[in-house]
Protein backbone atom coordinates (compact mmCIF):
# COMPACT_ATOMS: atom_id res chain seq x y z
CA UNK A 1 0.00 0.00 0.00
CA UNK A 2 0.98 3.53 -0.65
CA UNK A 3 2.56 5.92 2.30
CA UNK A 4 -1.22 7.92 2.63
CA UNK A 5 -1.16 8.81 6.06
CA UNK A 6 -2.36 12.65 6.09
CA UNK A 7 0.77 14.94 7.18
CA UNK A 8 -0.89 16.55 9.90
CA UNK A 9 -0.11 20.24 11.52
CA UNK A 10 -1.85 19.16 14.66
CA UNK A 11 -2.50 16.03 15.96
CA UNK A 12 -5.74 14.19 15.06
CA UNK A 13 -7.71 11.00 15.91
CA UNK A 14 -5.58 8.37 14.04
CA UNK A 15 -8.31 6.74 12.17
CA UNK A 16 -8.63 10.75 11.08
CA UNK A 17 -5.43 10.39 9.91
CA UNK A 18 -5.42 7.35 8.64
CA UNK A 19 -8.30 7.57 5.87
CA UNK A 20 -8.08 7.67 2.25
CA UNK A 21 -9.98 7.04 -0.95
CA UNK A 22 -8.28 3.89 -2.93
CA UNK A 23 -8.50 3.58 -6.68
CA UNK A 24 -8.26 -0.52 -6.17
CA UNK A 25 -9.97 -2.76 -3.85
CA UNK A 26 -8.78 -6.46 -2.98
CA UNK A 27 -11.16 -9.16 -3.94
CA UNK A 28 -11.96 -9.92 -0.84
CA UNK A 29 -15.66 -9.85 0.29
CA UNK A 30 -16.81 -7.54 3.47
CA UNK A 31 -18.89 -9.93 6.13
CA UNK A 32 -22.27 -8.76 6.13
CA UNK A 33 -21.93 -7.99 10.13
CA UNK A 34 -19.57 -5.56 9.09
CA UNK A 35 -21.88 -3.95 6.71
CA UNK A 36 -24.29 -4.05 9.55
CA UNK A 37 -21.79 -1.42 11.77
CA UNK A 38 -21.23 0.59 8.97
CA UNK A 39 -25.05 1.58 8.20
CA UNK A 40 -25.48 1.06 11.90
CA UNK A 41 -22.79 4.20 12.22
CA UNK A 42 -24.54 6.00 9.82
CA UNK A 43 -27.94 5.77 11.60
CA UNK A 44 -26.23 7.32 14.58
CA UNK A 45 -25.19 10.76 12.94
CA UNK A 46 -27.11 14.01 13.61
CA UNK A 47 -29.73 15.17 11.29
CA UNK A 48 -31.94 18.62 11.31
CA UNK A 49 -34.89 17.93 13.70
CA UNK A 50 -33.05 14.38 14.10
CA UNK A 51 -34.97 13.81 10.26
CA UNK A 52 -32.58 11.39 9.26
CA UNK A 53 -32.74 12.41 5.59
CA UNK A 54 -30.46 9.27 4.12
CA UNK A 55 -30.61 5.88 2.84
CA UNK A 56 -28.47 3.55 0.94
CA UNK A 57 -29.27 0.72 -2.02
CA UNK A 58 -26.36 -1.91 -1.67
CA UNK A 59 -25.06 -4.11 -3.85
CA UNK A 60 -21.97 -6.91 -2.56
CA UNK A 61 -20.13 -8.91 -5.98
CA UNK A 62 -21.66 -12.12 -4.32
CA UNK A 63 -25.16 -11.16 -5.82
CA UNK A 64 -24.06 -10.34 -9.61
CA UNK A 65 -27.07 -8.76 -10.81
CA UNK A 66 -27.83 -6.47 -8.48
CA UNK A 67 -23.65 -5.39 -8.49
CA UNK A 68 -24.10 -4.82 -12.39
CA UNK A 69 -27.14 -3.01 -11.73
CA UNK A 70 -25.24 -0.90 -9.20
CA UNK A 71 -22.65 -0.38 -11.05
CA UNK A 72 -24.47 0.66 -14.28
CA UNK A 73 -25.44 3.87 -11.90
CA UNK A 74 -22.06 5.22 -11.39
CA UNK A 75 -20.36 7.70 -14.29
CA UNK A 76 -18.39 6.03 -16.90
CA UNK A 77 -14.97 7.15 -15.25
CA UNK A 78 -15.90 5.72 -12.22
CA UNK A 79 -16.94 3.03 -12.99
CA UNK A 80 -13.24 2.15 -14.65
CA UNK A 81 -12.29 1.93 -11.13
CA UNK A 82 -15.10 0.89 -8.31
CA UNK A 83 -15.63 -2.10 -10.41
CA UNK A 84 -13.17 -3.92 -8.16
CA UNK A 85 -14.89 -2.78 -4.80
CA UNK A 86 -16.43 -5.38 -3.13
CA UNK A 87 -19.28 -3.54 -2.38
CA UNK A 88 -21.02 -0.71 -4.17
CA UNK A 89 -23.35 1.96 -2.52
CA UNK A 90 -26.23 4.49 -3.53
CA UNK A 91 -26.94 7.45 -1.14
CA UNK A 92 -30.39 8.42 -1.13
CA UNK A 93 -30.88 11.64 0.00
CA UNK A 94 -34.95 13.26 1.23
CA UNK A 95 -34.95 16.66 0.50
CA UNK A 96 -38.39 17.24 1.82
CA UNK A 97 -39.25 16.15 5.53
CA UNK A 98 -41.52 13.27 5.74
CA UNK A 99 -43.66 14.92 8.17
CA UNK A 100 -44.62 18.22 6.34
CA UNK A 101 -43.14 17.53 2.92
CA UNK A 102 -41.05 21.20 3.36
CA UNK A 103 -37.42 21.51 1.64
CA UNK A 104 -35.07 20.34 4.31
CA UNK A 105 -32.45 22.60 3.59
CA UNK A 106 -30.26 20.83 5.90
CA UNK A 107 -30.63 17.33 3.85
CA UNK A 108 -27.45 17.00 1.88
CA UNK A 109 -25.38 18.44 4.99
CA UNK A 110 -26.65 15.56 7.19
CA UNK A 111 -26.12 13.26 4.98
CA UNK A 112 -22.92 14.02 4.75
CA UNK A 113 -22.65 14.10 8.73
CA UNK A 114 -23.94 10.10 8.05
CA UNK A 115 -21.29 9.46 5.38
CA UNK A 116 -18.88 10.62 7.56
CA UNK A 117 -19.56 7.93 10.44
CA UNK A 118 -19.95 5.44 7.93
CA UNK A 119 -16.66 5.98 6.57
CA UNK A 120 -15.36 6.43 10.06
CA UNK A 121 -16.52 2.64 11.15
CA UNK A 122 -15.35 1.24 7.50
CA UNK A 123 -11.78 2.56 8.98
CA UNK A 124 -11.74 1.23 12.60
CA UNK A 125 -12.57 -2.00 10.54
CA UNK A 126 -9.65 -1.88 8.52
CA UNK A 127 -11.99 -1.45 5.22
CA UNK A 128 -11.60 1.86 2.34
CA UNK A 129 -14.30 3.80 0.80
CA UNK A 130 -14.28 5.91 -1.64
CA UNK A 131 -16.94 8.43 -2.48
CA UNK A 132 -18.05 9.81 -5.29
CA UNK A 133 -20.34 12.79 -6.86
CA UNK A 134 -20.00 10.74 -10.19
CA UNK A 135 -23.40 9.10 -10.57
CA UNK A 136 -26.55 8.38 -12.85
CA UNK A 137 -29.12 9.94 -10.79
CA UNK A 138 -31.99 9.49 -13.21
CA UNK A 139 -30.66 5.80 -14.04
CA UNK A 140 -30.81 5.12 -10.45
CA UNK A 141 -34.66 6.76 -9.76
CA UNK A 142 -35.36 4.47 -12.62
CA UNK A 143 -33.47 1.00 -11.38
CA UNK A 144 -34.30 1.34 -7.97
CA UNK A 145 -38.22 2.70 -8.04
CA UNK A 146 -37.25 5.60 -5.72
CA UNK A 147 -39.85 7.86 -5.08
CA UNK A 148 -40.17 11.44 -6.31
CA UNK A 149 -38.74 13.83 -3.22
CA UNK A 150 -35.49 11.56 -3.12
CA UNK A 151 -32.47 11.96 -4.80
CA UNK A 152 -30.01 9.67 -5.71
CA UNK A 153 -27.16 11.47 -4.48
CA UNK A 154 -23.55 9.81 -4.29
CA UNK A 155 -22.13 6.60 -5.02
CA UNK A 156 -19.53 4.39 -2.42
CA UNK A 157 -16.74 1.98 -3.01
CA UNK A 158 -16.59 0.03 -0.35
CA UNK A 159 -13.69 -2.86 0.32
CA UNK A 160 -10.13 -3.32 1.69
CA UNK A 161 -7.52 -1.45 -0.18
CA UNK A 162 -6.18 -3.14 -3.40
CA UNK A 163 -2.56 -3.86 -5.01
CA UNK A 164 -2.34 -0.88 -7.61
CA UNK A 165 -0.17 -2.98 -9.67
CA UNK A 166 -2.51 -3.36 -12.32
CA UNK A 167 -3.66 -0.21 -12.69
CA UNK A 168 -3.86 1.73 -15.70
CA UNK A 169 -0.62 4.11 -15.28
CA UNK A 170 -3.41 7.03 -14.71
CA UNK A 171 -5.01 5.76 -11.91
CA UNK A 172 -1.86 4.03 -10.60
CA UNK A 173 -0.53 7.83 -9.69
CA UNK A 174 -3.91 8.97 -8.57
CA UNK A 175 -4.05 5.69 -6.27
CA UNK A 176 -0.43 6.52 -4.75
CA UNK A 177 -0.62 10.42 -4.71
CA UNK A 178 0.07 12.14 -1.13
CA UNK A 179 -2.62 13.26 0.16
CA UNK A 180 -2.62 17.32 0.14
CA UNK A 181 -4.91 19.64 1.79
CA UNK A 182 -5.27 24.05 2.31
CA UNK A 183 -3.78 25.08 5.73
CA UNK A 184 -5.76 25.74 8.74
CA UNK A 185 -4.83 29.68 8.18
CA UNK A 186 -6.72 29.39 4.80
CA UNK A 187 -10.08 28.48 6.29
CA UNK A 188 -10.35 29.01 9.63
CA UNK A 189 -11.62 32.29 10.48
CA UNK A 190 -11.86 34.80 13.69
CA UNK A 191 -13.38 38.97 12.94
CA UNK A 192 -13.90 38.59 9.06
CA UNK A 193 -13.89 36.42 6.98
CA UNK A 194 -10.32 35.45 5.84
CA UNK A 195 -8.39 36.98 8.73
CA UNK A 196 -7.33 33.94 10.17
CA UNK A 197 -7.87 33.23 13.89
CA UNK A 198 -4.23 34.06 15.73
CA UNK A 199 -4.44 30.70 17.24
CA UNK A 200 -4.30 28.53 14.29
CA UNK A 201 -0.95 30.37 13.33
CA UNK A 202 0.36 28.64 16.74
CA UNK A 203 2.36 25.85 17.69
CA UNK A 204 1.51 23.94 20.48
CA UNK A 205 3.93 22.42 22.80
CA UNK A 206 2.06 19.33 22.90
CA UNK A 207 2.53 18.33 19.79
CA UNK B 1 -25.18 13.34 32.64
CA UNK B 2 -27.96 11.71 31.31
CA UNK B 3 -26.96 8.32 29.92
CA UNK B 4 -27.25 9.01 26.10
CA UNK B 5 -25.46 6.04 24.94
CA UNK B 6 -27.12 4.93 21.62
CA UNK B 7 -28.96 2.09 21.75
CA UNK B 8 -27.25 0.04 18.91
CA UNK B 9 -28.51 -2.93 16.60
CA UNK B 10 -25.46 -3.78 15.51
CA UNK B 11 -21.40 -2.55 17.31
CA UNK B 12 -20.47 0.66 16.35
CA UNK B 13 -17.10 2.49 16.99
CA UNK B 14 -17.58 3.53 21.06
CA UNK B 15 -17.10 7.29 19.83
CA UNK B 16 -19.72 7.26 17.67
CA UNK B 17 -21.89 5.36 20.10
CA UNK B 18 -21.23 8.35 22.39
CA UNK B 19 -21.75 11.34 20.26
CA UNK B 20 -24.53 13.12 21.55
CA UNK B 21 -26.04 17.25 21.17
CA UNK B 22 -26.17 18.89 24.57
CA UNK B 23 -28.55 22.02 25.12
CA UNK B 24 -26.10 23.31 28.09
CA UNK B 25 -22.13 23.42 28.14
CA UNK B 26 -19.79 23.62 31.23
CA UNK B 27 -18.56 27.02 31.91
CA UNK B 28 -14.87 25.72 30.88
CA UNK B 29 -13.03 26.74 28.11
CA UNK B 30 -11.95 24.81 25.43
CA UNK B 31 -7.73 24.76 25.27
CA UNK B 32 -7.00 26.04 21.88
CA UNK B 33 -4.58 23.38 20.54
CA UNK B 34 -7.79 21.15 20.61
CA UNK B 35 -9.87 23.38 18.43
CA UNK B 36 -7.02 23.41 16.41
CA UNK B 37 -6.84 19.00 16.53
CA UNK B 38 -10.80 20.17 15.32
CA UNK B 39 -10.16 21.71 12.38
CA UNK B 40 -7.62 19.39 11.39
CA UNK B 41 -9.65 16.72 11.46
CA UNK B 42 -12.48 18.54 8.96
CA UNK B 43 -9.13 19.43 7.48
CA UNK B 44 -8.79 15.89 6.24
CA UNK B 45 -12.02 15.00 5.10
CA UNK B 46 -12.39 13.80 1.78
CA UNK B 47 -14.49 16.22 -1.12
CA UNK B 48 -15.33 16.56 -4.54
CA UNK B 49 -11.83 17.03 -6.64
CA UNK B 50 -10.22 17.70 -3.57
CA UNK B 51 -12.16 21.36 -3.30
CA UNK B 52 -12.68 21.67 0.62
CA UNK B 53 -15.91 23.59 0.24
CA UNK B 54 -15.07 24.76 4.06
CA UNK B 55 -14.39 27.47 6.00
CA UNK B 56 -15.11 28.46 9.63
CA UNK B 57 -15.55 31.99 11.75
CA UNK B 58 -15.15 30.60 15.41
CA UNK B 59 -15.78 32.86 18.22
CA UNK B 60 -14.72 32.08 22.10
CA UNK B 61 -16.22 33.25 25.33
CA UNK B 62 -12.45 34.73 26.27
CA UNK B 63 -13.17 37.47 23.22
CA UNK B 64 -16.78 39.20 24.27
CA UNK B 65 -16.97 41.01 21.28
CA UNK B 66 -16.44 38.38 18.83
CA UNK B 67 -18.72 36.13 20.89
CA UNK B 68 -21.53 38.22 20.87
CA UNK B 69 -21.59 39.09 17.25
CA UNK B 70 -21.25 35.34 16.60
CA UNK B 71 -23.92 34.56 18.76
CA UNK B 72 -26.17 37.30 17.14
CA UNK B 73 -25.83 35.04 13.63
CA UNK B 74 -27.71 31.91 15.34
CA UNK B 75 -31.82 31.86 15.45
CA UNK B 76 -32.88 33.09 18.52
CA UNK B 77 -34.15 29.64 19.61
CA UNK B 78 -30.66 28.38 19.24
CA UNK B 79 -29.59 31.39 20.93
CA UNK B 80 -31.32 30.03 24.45
CA UNK B 81 -28.81 27.34 24.99
CA UNK B 82 -26.17 27.92 22.71
CA UNK B 83 -25.03 31.05 24.85
CA UNK B 84 -23.63 28.78 27.33
CA UNK B 85 -20.78 27.06 24.91
CA UNK B 86 -17.37 28.01 25.54
CA UNK B 87 -16.94 28.19 21.59
CA UNK B 88 -19.07 28.98 18.96
CA UNK B 89 -18.72 28.64 14.98
CA UNK B 90 -20.44 29.68 11.83
CA UNK B 91 -19.20 27.07 8.83
CA UNK B 92 -19.32 28.69 5.08
CA UNK B 93 -19.78 26.66 2.09
CA UNK B 94 -18.45 27.65 -1.10
CA UNK B 95 -20.87 26.44 -3.16
CA UNK B 96 -18.76 27.02 -6.85
CA UNK B 97 -15.69 25.41 -7.47
CA UNK B 98 -12.63 27.99 -6.74
CA UNK B 99 -11.34 27.20 -10.19
CA UNK B 100 -13.66 27.65 -12.27
CA UNK B 101 -16.29 29.38 -10.55
CA UNK B 102 -18.88 26.18 -11.72
CA UNK B 103 -21.24 25.03 -9.21
CA UNK B 104 -20.02 22.12 -6.71
CA UNK B 105 -22.87 19.78 -6.36
CA UNK B 106 -21.26 18.35 -3.52
CA UNK B 107 -20.56 21.26 -1.62
CA UNK B 108 -23.16 20.52 1.06
CA UNK B 109 -22.35 17.16 1.40
CA UNK B 110 -18.63 17.81 1.78
CA UNK B 111 -18.99 20.42 4.27
CA UNK B 112 -21.31 17.45 6.32
CA UNK B 113 -18.25 15.08 5.90
CA UNK B 114 -15.99 17.63 7.64
CA UNK B 115 -18.25 18.57 10.07
CA UNK B 116 -18.29 14.79 10.38
CA UNK B 117 -14.53 14.50 11.28
CA UNK B 118 -14.61 17.45 13.38
CA UNK B 119 -17.56 16.18 15.56
CA UNK B 120 -15.79 12.95 15.80
CA UNK B 121 -12.41 14.83 17.23
CA UNK B 122 -14.42 16.27 19.56
CA UNK B 123 -15.69 13.27 20.50
CA UNK B 124 -12.23 11.57 21.06
CA UNK B 125 -11.38 15.16 23.41
CA UNK B 126 -14.32 14.76 25.88
CA UNK B 127 -15.80 17.78 24.01
CA UNK B 128 -19.36 17.62 22.69
CA UNK B 129 -20.77 19.42 19.09
CA UNK B 130 -24.28 20.40 19.00
CA UNK B 131 -25.05 21.51 15.09
CA UNK B 132 -27.73 24.24 14.15
CA UNK B 133 -29.43 24.62 10.65
CA UNK B 134 -30.92 27.74 12.35
CA UNK B 135 -28.63 31.10 11.95
CA UNK B 136 -29.16 34.10 9.92
CA UNK B 137 -27.16 33.83 7.13
CA UNK B 138 -27.73 37.31 5.73
CA UNK B 139 -26.58 38.76 9.07
CA UNK B 140 -23.66 36.59 9.27
CA UNK B 141 -22.91 37.67 5.49
CA UNK B 142 -22.80 41.58 6.64
CA UNK B 143 -21.14 40.96 9.90
CA UNK B 144 -18.10 38.99 8.64
CA UNK B 145 -18.06 40.28 4.74
CA UNK B 146 -18.57 36.66 3.37
CA UNK B 147 -18.13 36.59 -0.23
CA UNK B 148 -20.75 36.29 -3.01
CA UNK B 149 -20.41 33.13 -3.51
CA UNK B 150 -20.02 31.63 -0.43
CA UNK B 151 -22.80 31.14 2.22
CA UNK B 152 -22.85 30.65 6.43
CA UNK B 153 -24.59 27.34 6.39
CA UNK B 154 -24.67 25.75 9.93
CA UNK B 155 -23.94 26.67 13.51
CA UNK B 156 -22.02 24.84 15.83
CA UNK B 157 -21.88 25.23 19.29
CA UNK B 158 -18.51 23.15 21.00
CA UNK B 159 -17.58 22.98 24.90
CA UNK B 160 -17.81 19.95 27.29
CA UNK B 161 -21.18 18.87 28.50
CA UNK B 162 -22.94 20.68 31.52
CA UNK B 163 -25.43 20.51 34.31
CA UNK B 164 -28.73 20.78 32.98
CA UNK B 165 -29.95 21.66 36.33
CA UNK B 166 -30.51 25.21 35.77
CA UNK B 167 -32.66 24.71 32.03
CA UNK B 168 -35.70 25.80 31.89
CA UNK B 169 -37.74 22.40 31.61
CA UNK B 170 -38.84 22.21 27.63
CA UNK B 171 -34.63 22.46 27.02
CA UNK B 172 -34.15 20.28 30.06
CA UNK B 173 -36.56 17.64 28.45
CA UNK B 174 -34.47 17.62 25.29
CA UNK B 175 -31.46 17.12 26.70
CA UNK B 176 -32.01 14.33 28.77
CA UNK B 177 -34.03 12.62 26.20
CA UNK B 178 -33.25 9.32 25.12
CA UNK B 179 -31.70 9.03 21.22
CA UNK B 180 -33.78 7.34 18.88
CA UNK B 181 -33.56 6.40 15.04
CA UNK B 182 -35.08 4.33 12.14
CA UNK B 183 -34.35 1.10 12.35
CA UNK B 184 -32.04 -0.03 9.52
CA UNK B 185 -34.49 -1.82 7.25
CA UNK B 186 -36.03 1.43 6.88
CA UNK B 187 -33.17 2.70 4.93
CA UNK B 188 -30.81 0.30 3.73
CA UNK B 189 -32.23 -1.30 0.71
CA UNK B 190 -31.29 -4.02 -1.92
CA UNK B 191 -33.19 -4.48 -5.09
CA UNK B 192 -35.54 -1.93 -5.27
CA UNK B 193 -35.50 1.45 -2.82
CA UNK B 194 -38.07 0.27 0.20
CA UNK B 195 -36.96 -3.13 0.14
CA UNK B 196 -34.48 -3.96 2.60
CA UNK B 197 -31.41 -5.70 2.15
CA UNK B 198 -31.42 -9.45 3.72
CA UNK B 199 -28.34 -8.68 6.01
CA UNK B 200 -29.68 -5.85 7.50
CA UNK B 201 -32.68 -8.42 9.00
CA UNK B 202 -30.16 -10.88 10.77
CA UNK B 203 -28.62 -11.22 14.28
CA UNK B 204 -24.40 -11.99 14.14
CA UNK B 205 -23.33 -14.23 16.35
CA UNK B 206 -20.28 -11.76 17.22
CA UNK B 207 -22.84 -8.90 18.63
Not at 79 to 90: D, H, I
Not at 143 to 169: F, R, V, W
Not at 173 to 189: A, H, I
Request: glycine share 8%.
Amino acid sequence: MPDKKAPTDHPVHPLIEARWSPYVFADRPVPEADLCSLFEAARWAASSYNEQPWGYIVAAKGNPAQYEALLSCLAEGNRLWAKTAPVLVLSVVNLKFARNGKENRAAMHDMGLAAGNLVFEASARGLSVHQMIGILPDRAKEIYAIPEDLEAYTGLAIGYPGDAAGLPDALKERNGKPRQRKPLRDFVCGGKWGDPSPWVLKKFASE
